[in-house]
Structures are given as structure tokens and as C-alpha cells.
């Protein structure tokens, strides 16, 4: 089965938006081993939406449309896809009565506007999961078929993976199964990683069983992506098993984690194994690296606070008005998180500095029992990146410590 | 002119990079009034490549093929649009030269595959800016015109900005300006704010200047977003103008702001005018109002400091052990974060409560001078929407209470 993804949205094209949903469904479609070869983006207008759609059934299976199944004039999916069909809209009571029901239990009017999302091109499902008003469609064109579903994240991803997915998979007859490892890796360059894996790609390349790409992604670190394709799930595992412990073996401990591992979710495991409590003063990344931590369920086991100091005489206090340096400064932030909320572990980030070449430095400490240490790095101006990269290697060299051979 | 964007790369489709290149093209384009009906993404694939820019230069004067100009395997844009030219592609000795100078430069041993990138379709012309090794292409194709930049994001915006744009616009007859205003809104959901502004839709529908869309986008909260096209930016102001006034009547103190605004900058910018300081205890929200308040330049002013408290005691020395209610706890909150950092505005959010109806329940309150509010609201268990919607419903009470008629 092939299948295409069709994004509807004037916003997406001015670049209002970023076209994230595309990339999540690729991604779906990739891993249930559906290939997807064109991805689309279409403004709010019934011609070219009509256009991108028919195209689209003409080169594939199926198609996903996702967006403008809103309550207000421009959104316009369902009446394009009724026309694409070749059937009327039909208004379904069922769906009536339960958007009606929906607004009630919230306590809110309900704008008329709202039953258009109870229209329903005639011959088409509805997709039960409805985290919001728009109910999702499927919609058979021949032998062909067309899904529907919301441009909202969470409502999309809820259909997607409820009923698109198996649907297609369903239709599927293949049974090939793609899937990929990532291993996560922080402490090389693309180009270093290269050269460490030269001879290793060499060998795929003239008839191995998997592809390696790398990838550069922000406070997620440097991705080796090992992609293999295989007759069932079983055998699929064992290729991306044996390939991670031969990439492991040339990488060492760049490797902190593999797929959804996390640089934080790796530390908050590493840190709970130990029984070890955690503490964070953050200042340069203000919140971001506690944000990062704290959305995985392990932080309230580990984690006993986060102080992040803003005015200046609050950080002269926390981090001593006299202190020698920065990394000086850093060691006594990440001693006075330590000291009061009274964790294991502290680590802090010092003060945005600015740096001789123009840039900035940041200064970082680790302490853990006996052991600290304290460092600094020069960025450039870039509020992100700075963000991203200080709490990254931050993070990393604390697990560097925490890891075998290091036992308290 | 209208112009396409095409994007190149298998890891697009699979989605492990997003795509974000093609939306800013997109905002490039539309504020330089070029019309852009459709954006592309498409493997590392000739066939498809060739199809899909063959399809564009169809139906569009301009193509815009962003990416697939490295030196790998992989790279086929050159060769794709060298056979659409239907002409040879020749290697450029200027170009060699450049690019062994370039690795000279930087004390590297030139791998011979990067000889490839000094290949130029046979009549095109390439780009000056070369912050990279890959040049890119100024290719003419009968009347129109195929660009071709790479996917490094800081070089297809440098040779985008320097060459593409000013190219285009000189081939544009057109003297058409396109831009948009938005306006920032909380409080009403999107059909909430359609009914509000149905009366004026209509209006603008029947013959009016400019066009009206809605965009619910999380933290950034419900934009409504103006369109108009005019000869010239002095009449596109005054256009957008004129509607902001007649938008801002109907929606009221629901408008938190317009364009880069978001509710945080709004909120410091509030602050910041009446010397008021301000302190944060954040449970629910883990550090992630406090990431969002300290990217905008005005914080090291106002904010003070933030406590995120994630041990249990620590909250209940916080709160109060015996408060009443989630409520009463995150007022609670809010004093001590108003007292213990000296500051005078204190806000805080509560722990996460599971509530009855299988969801969660969050307080949240603010204290300002003498006046102090606390609530609670009950959302769907995610961790990023209860971040989002708390964060954003937090500080819009807060800017209600802030703006005129109070002063303090």
C-alpha cells in the first residue's frame, strides 16, 4: 500500500505554522512498512485541494488529509471530498446530538456553526475516537481510500494511530516490515561520528542488512539511525539487534540511550538506580533543562527542586559575590541547590556571560558526593541554542560520572 | 509570479527531520506578494524528484527545490534538473577550485565526491553566496525558472534572502504587496470568536479588503490572522489597520496582543511599565512558564526569580499542609513566591490533582498588591497541553487584572 499525506492550511504555506503533522505521519507510515513518496501542502481553496487530491489517488493507494475539518468557513476537507467522491454531504443526527452534548457538558452555547462538523460526505465513516468535535473521516473512492482527520496534534495523532493505521495496515497485503533504531549519541561532530563509523558503513553498503544515517537534533543530541527491512517483526529485531551492539562497539559511551531515551530520562534512571536525589539551579537556560526533566514520570522520585535565580544580587548570594570565576561560580550554584533542598546531587548553569570573540560563555558544575566539577563553553548568541547545548552537555558529563565504574 | 517550493529528502518523508525550511520559504515568498499554491516534499528518488518539479513548473512560473545538493550518494538535485533542462551537466574549474580551497582552508583532506558540488547544469547559473560547499542554481527553463538551494538551513536562507527573492521580484511585473497582521487572543474558543466576528466575515466575504482566518496554536493562544493584498506597504498598513480597529471592537479584551507578541512578553512589557517585579512557584507546569518568560530580552527587569518545588514536603513548607483546597494551596504558592523573593506580583501553579471525571485537576493564583484571585480548572491528562493551557490561562488573569482600569 502506498500512501500520501495531503496538508490543508493557507497558514502552512504563509509559514504560519510549521507543518509538523506531515512529519509525524511519514514517520508512522514508515514504521507499519507503508511507503509514502509525495507529501503535500495545499492552502484553503476547493480547486487546488481537489487537485492535490486527485493527484494523489492517481499515483497511490491512499491518502490522508489532514486539516480543515474546523467548524469555520474555510474549512472546507469534507466538502471537497464529497465532491471528489461524487456524493452530497449528509448531516448525521447521531454526530449532531453528540457535539450538542459536548458543549453542554462544558457549559458553553454552542455557535451553529459548530453542526458543519456533523456533515458527512455520503458513503463515508466516521472515526470514533473524537477527542474534539471534528470527527475524523474514511472515505472510499473506488478502491481507493481517503482519510480524514484533524490538523489539532493530539486529535490527529489519536485517529491515526487508532483506526488509520490499523485500516491500511488491514488493506496492506505486504509483509515487509521496515523499522529503524536510533541510538543516541553526544560528545562527537556529524563528520566525527562519520569517521568513527567509516568502515562499518562501507561494509552496509556493498550488501548489509541495514542503512545507518546520522542526525543533528538540537538538546535530543546527534541520532545514528540504523534502518532495516525484513520479512516479520522477529527477524526485523534481530538485525537492529545485532547492528546496535556492532555500532556500540566503535562508539563507546557517545552512546547515552537508544530510541525515546532521552538525555534526561537516562540521568533520572541513572540517578533513581543509585537512590540518589537530584537539585538544579539554572540560571542561563532559565527553566528550560527542569521543563526538560520534568516531563518524564521517573522527576518526582529524583528531583527535589529547581531554584532559578533572575536578579543578579539572588545569584551574587547563591553563587558568592566574590567568586574567583565563572566555573567558581557554577560549583557554589550547583553546592547551594545541593545544600538546600538537601538532594544528593547538585548541578547548576551559571549566568550568561559575554565572551572575548563576541560570543558568550557559560559556565556549568556538577557535585556528587566527594566528586565535582566545574567547566565552561563559548556559544554564540542564540538563545535556543545556548539552551539546548548547555543542558545537553551538562547532563552528559554528569552521566559520564554516574555510570560504571562510579558506585556511592 | 507564482512560485513552488519543493523539498528533497527521504528523511522528510520519514520524518525524521521536520520540515521547516519550506515554511519559511513560504513566509518569504508571501511578504514579498509572490502567490505560493503548493509546497512539495519528496524523496531521494530521480523519478519522483523529476515528476514532482515537472508538475510544478506546470501549473507555477517559479520552483524553489530546497536541498539534495551535498556531495553523497544521495544528492540528485543537479543531476534531476540538469535532465529536466534536458542539457548536460559540466564541472565548473572555478568551482573546483573554490571548493579545494575551502577544505585547504580548514586543514582538511578533500574526500573527491566533493568535486560533484562543482557540477552546474549546462546554461544555469549558480548563486554567489556560498556559505557551504554546495553552490546553488539559478536554472531557466523556457520562460520560467527553477531555483535550487541547499537544505542547510542558514545557507538556503542566505542565498534565498540574497539571490531568489531579489530574482524573483525582478521578474515579477506584479506590484502587488501580500501581508498578514495577527491578532493574539484568549478566552474564547475558535467558534466562539467565528461567532463573534461572523457579521464581519460576511462583510469582507461580500467584496471587503482583506480576509480573516483563525489559528488555535497552544501557549501562543487563538490567533486571528488579517490578509490583504495592496499596491504598496504604505496601503497594505493602512488596510490592516483599518480592520485591526474594526476586530479589536468586536473582541475586546480577548486581544492580548498582535504579531510576535506572546502572552509572556505582554505580561513583562505590563509589568515592566508599572516597576513591578515578579515571582513564579510553578508544580504542574515544571519550569516551563518560567522557559517561556525568560527568552524575552524585558525578564531580567521584572522576573526575580522562580521556584519549582518538586518534593512533596517542600510543597506542603510551601503551600501549607493543612491548606483547604488546591485552591487555597496555590494562593498559598503565590505569597511565597511574592514573599521569598522580595518581589511584588507573586503566581503560582499547583501540583497536578486527579479529578473526578478521570482527568486532572490544576489551581492556579496570583497576588498583586492587595487583591489576589485562585481557581481551578480541570483538563485531559497530557502533560504538554496542561503546560500549555495552564501557563497561558494563568497570565492572561493576570494581564486582566493588570491592564487599565488598575493601577498600583
Not at 547492528?243 to 540521568?267: C, N, P, W, Y
Not at 542561563?284 to 527542569?290: C, E, F, I
Request: net charge negative; aromatic share 4%; hydrophobic share 45%.
Amino acid at each position: 500500500v502506498r500512501c500520501e499525506v495531503i496538508a490543508v492550511g493557507t497558514e502552512l504555506l504563509l509559514g504560519q505554522i510549521v507543518d509538523t503533522n506531515s512529519s509525524w505521519i511519514g514517520e508512522q507510515l514508515a514504521s507499519a512498512g507503508i511507503d509514502s513518496h509525495f507529501q503535500t501542502k495545499v492552502g484553503d481553496n476547493a480547486t487546488r485541494i481537489a487537485e492535490s487530491l486527485r493527484q494523489a489517488l492517481d499515483r497511490s493507494d491512499a491518502v490522508i488529509v489532514c486539516g480543515g475539518l474546523g467548524p469555520t468557513h474555510d474549512d472546507i476537507t469534507r466538502d471537497v471530498i464529497a465532491n471528489v467522491m461524487g456524493v452530497e454531504l449528509v448531516r448525521r443526527e447521531d454526530l449532531v446530538l453528540k457535539i450538542r452534548a459536548m458543549f453542554e457538558a462544558r457549559g458553553r452555547d454552542m455557535p451553529e456553526n459548530n453542526l458543519r462538523q456533523a456533515d458527512v460526505p455520503d458513503g463515508a465513516d466516521t472515526i470514533a475516537q473524537q477527542p474534539g468535535t471534528a470527527p475524523g473521516l474514511v472515505c472510499p473512492i473506488g478502491d481507493k481510500i481517503v482519510y480524514a482527520v484533524p490538523g489539532v496534534p493530539s486529535e490527529m495523532r489519536e485517529m491515526v494511530l487508532g483506526t488509520v493505521l490499523p485500516d491500511l495496515r488491514a488493506r496492506s497485503g505486504e509483509v515487509a516490515t521496515i523499522g529503524s533504531r536510533v541510538l543516541r549519541t553526544w560528545g562527537r561532530g556529524e563528520s566525527g561520528l562519520a569517521e568513527l563509523l567509516a568502515d562499518r558503513i562501507s561494509e552496509l553498503d556493498n550488501g548489509g542488512k541495514a542503512t545507518i544515517a546520522f542526525l543533528a537534533s538540537g538538546a535530543e543530541g546527534l541520532k545514528v539511525r540504523i534502518t532495516a527491512k525484513a520479512r516479520d517483526q522477529a527477524e526485523l529485531d534481530a538485525v537492529l539487534d545485532a547492528e546496535e551492539q556492532v555500532l556500540r562497539a566503535l562508539l563507546g559511551d557517545l552512546v547515552f540511550g537508544t530510541d525515546d531515551d532521552t538525555m534526561e530520562s537516562v540521568i533520572l534512571d541513572l540517578l533513581a538506580a543509585r537512590g540518589l536525589t537530584l537539585a538544579v539551579i539554572e540560571v542561563a537556560t532559565g527553566g528550560y533543562l527542569t521543563t526538560r526533566l520534568s516531563v518524564h514520570a521517573a522527576f518526582s522520585d529524583v528531583l527535589r527542586g529547581t531554584l532559578i535565580p533572575c536578579d543578579e544580587d539572588l545569584v551574587d548570594e547563591l553563587a558568592g559575590a566574590r567568586r574567583a570565576d565563572a566555573e567558581d561560580g557554577a560549583l557554589r550554584l550547583a553546592e547551594a541547590a545541593r545544600d538546600r533542598f538537601g538532594a544528593d546531587v547538585g548541578i547548576a548553569v551559571g549566568p550568561v556571560l559575554p565572551s572575548a570573540g563576541g560570543g558568550v560563555t557559560v559556565a556549568m558544575a556538577w557535585v556528587v558526593a566527594e566528586e565535582a566539577k566545574a567547566w565552561s563553553t563559548s556559544l554564540p548568541i542564540d538563545v535556543e541554542r545556548i539552551r539546548q547545548y548547555t543542558g545537553i552537555t551538562l547532563l552528559n558529563d554528569l552521566r559520564l560520572q554516574l555510570e560504571p565504574p562510579f558506585c556511592c
